[in-house]
């Protein structure tokens, strides 16, 4: 068995993907400018309000993580996105279909997939670490 | 140029191909990994200016490439659930369909069951096997003991050649 000759990219892919990278420190600065002046000038208070939402998610993370454990309703995101999806009708999601070999999918793998498809952390009401690079 | 340009076409230079061939061997599609090594540089490039060299740049660059692709694979597990699959079921279907495969069935039938391992002894095992990493850096890149990783590799290792004796019917 080989290790990397099982492998293969298209021809000359490797210099097109060097010049494609090379190029995002243009394409990142083109992007910053072309924010328009009023979003620009909106930003201080946009980060207020992102910091308000912050303390707020934080604080009701730590009353929950701080409460008496309370009678599991079973009420969790996966309950919210199957309501969301089919707010009249059964569940559309089987949380019993979502395990897989390291146990059943967990709310932060559905966060993470949610916030990566551009729902705000406002709408979870959740926020998300900050990783430390 | 700026600085933190000629750094960052450093990086790309020395790094890109490493990085796509780690990233290849999670996603197992030429396709996701294209699109995420870009990913992967759009937040090293970001990230830069934070780079303090405490850390060697080769750890730094591979420590973001592996929590990228995590975070990748984990959308690609919930994905997979909507669409009422599972994602070692997705990954078959890649690996089987992927235009860019030249190995032979014993190269498939490991890649399938890499795909299988569990997310940390995964990433352990193609750190070691398919980029031949020393222990050592891994200790680094994952934040984990090197007996711990030592560990996780011997299992992967073992849950590997177990499926690969079913597969081919070697047995014990």
Redesign the interface.
């Known amino acids: ?10 021809e000359g892919y ?1 210099d097109s ?2 010049s ?3 190029d ?2 243009r394409r ?1 600065e083109e992007r910053a400018s072309a924010a328009p002046k009023g979003i620009r000038r909106l930003a201080p208070y946009a980060a207020f309000a992102a910091s308000i939402a912050v303390a707020v998610v934080l604080g009701n993370f730590i009353l929950r993580s701080t409460a008496v454990p309370q009678e599991d309703d079973g009420w969790t995101y996966l309950s919210y996105l199957s309501q969301a999806l089919d707010p009249d009708g059964a569940a559309l999601v089987d949380e019993a ?2 395990e ?3 146990g059943i ?1 967990s709310e ?3 966060i ?2 949610l916030l ?1 498809d551009g729902i705000s952390v406002e709408h979870l009401n959740y926020v998300n670490y900050e ?1 430390g ?1 | 140029m700026e600085n933190a340009e000629i750094v960052f076409n450093e990086i790309v230079k020395e790094y890109s191909e490493r990085v796509y061939w780690h990233v290849r061997r999670f996603v197992n599609s030429h396709e996701d990994a294209d699109d995420l090594v870009q990913d992967i540089f759009l937040k090293i490039w970001t990230a830069l200016p934070s780079f303090r060299g405490e850390a060697q740049l080769f750890t730094w660059v591979y420590r973001i490439a592996t929590n990228e692709t995590l975070n990748w694979l984990r959308r690609e597990k919930v994905r997979a659930a909507l669409r009422f699959t599972s994602v070692d079921a997705e990954m078959e279907k890649r690996i089987d369909n992927d235009p860019f495969f030249d190995g032979d069935a014993a190269d498939r039938a490991l890649s399938k069951a890499v795909a299988k391992l569990p997310e940390k002894q995964r990433q352990v095992f193609i750190l070691r096997y398919y980029d031949e990493i020393p222990y050592e850096e891994m200790s680094s890149i994952l934040g984990t003991s090197v007996g711990a990783l030592k560990a996780s590799y011997h299992i992967a290792q073992e849950k590997v050649k177990a499926s690969l004796g079913k597969e081919f019917d070697m047995g014990d």
Do not use: C, G, V
């Not at chain 1, 068995?1 to 298209?10: N, V």
């Open positions: 068995m080989s290790k990397r000759t099982d492998i293969s990219t298209p490797f993907l060097q494609r990278l090379a995002i420190p990142e279909a979502w897989d070999e390291e999918l932060e793998d559905i993470n997939y990566a990783e690079y």
